[in-house]
């Protein structure tokens, strides 16, 4: 049952999803709304497992006083009243977004800002150019920048038009390739799933 | 039956049937020949260099919501942790996805199961952390472990530049694999190796060759001849003002 379980509900739940697009009944569209529900419940029990792996992960470092546990004691003294305000007060309540807003959403942004620094330092290396491709890339890359910007234009009339073509024509006849490839990869492994042939989720791969 | 949708319904019979005729076909002569896919074969190497070098590899998911590249990620995770549990390497396993997170547990754990060595699972090097706040953690977990490898999988956003880049930075091989097309330049500018789109999904049948997963990669290439072949008979038509072939898809 461990095995025949995971495949069974995985067949009733897409073939019900699968079904409700295909047909026109609002019977089975209600159903279907009710399966993709579910699975925002599952998630959120999956939720609080991830979060007690984490506090076991930190409180066990900080019992054998491990590794940098001092970073352990901070994770907890944030972690543990976070969580309470949340349950008690709820996420709307001033303290909780207090928190949100104060701290988190900056860190957070620091993070996404501090993708430039990375760009950056990817862009100096992927641009060296050492064979054929990574000078196609160089140029193609270079046109692209300069086309976005007035300093391009102010070299030449020509370089927004070049730039506009390669992204017009050649990016997008490489992004609907690769798009239209990885849809069939996502139709095929949805249907591997739906039909119970995928089992890599599964302890053992389902065996 | 839900008006426009006769013709995507036709395409998912003729898909599902083509899946189980090429793997009965696979089943009965054992005939079957896929292009060289460097991304995966390089997994090897990354677990042999982490072995030589007694230093951890990392595999990351990406934090976009679960859907088929995690699915198809788990898979490649399923054949790391073998290999990592074979060579006796090491591996930490990180998710921003909760609902996945049991799944590389059981995985991770029945590798080791599998290879006879269950006293070296360790469960700590399983992590869930949440989508935002992983990518500091994640960049610490590089820089701490001085990691020899990472692997980068599933529905990646912005972090896909900031964990190959911090990966490229402590000197660890990398290889990645997503689908979504706007995260790829930057995979490919930056990691070693890059799955681009469905190599992705075809990983499983790349390393596996099991027959129902063959069948599943023949439909798809058949799917794809047929989407080239639409495209060219649509273009022509619609060159000589006829919309007839748009009228029948729309049906």
Redesign the interface.
Known sequence: MKKEGPILIGFLTGSIVITSYFLKSTGLKSISDTVVRWRLIIAAFALALGALNMVRLHGKNIHHKGRNWQYSVVFLVFFLPYLAIGLIRGSNSAQYQYVWKSLYQPASATMYSMTLFYMTNAVWRAFRIRNLHAGILMFTGAAVMLGQIGIGTAISPLIPRFSSWLLDTVNTAGIRAITIGGSLGIVSLGLRVILGLERSYMSDGGN | ??PG?IS??VF?VA??CI?FIASESYKRTGKFRIRRIPGLDAIDELVGRATEMGRPLAFVFGAGE????T??S??IL?YVCEQVARYDARLHTVTPL??????CL??Q??AY??QGKPQDFN??FV????A??S??SVLGLFQ?EKVSGVLLFGNYY?ES??F???A??VGAATIAGT?N?HQ?P?F???CDYTL???E???A?VYMSREP??IG??T??EA??VA?VTLMLIGAALASFGKDSLVNILKN
């Open positions: 039956m839900n949708r995507q319904l998912l898909f599902i899946l679960m859907e088929a590249q699915f198809a788990l898979r399923g909760p609902e996945i997170y049991p799944m059981e995985i754990r029945s199961v599998k469960q700590d992590q869930y952390l949440p935002d706040s990518k500091a701490r912005y530049m900031v190959a880049e911090a490229s930075l689908a097309f790829l930057f490919v500018a930056a681009i789109g469905e992705l999904f075809a499983g129902s997963e599943a990669l439909a798809q799917a794809k989407a």
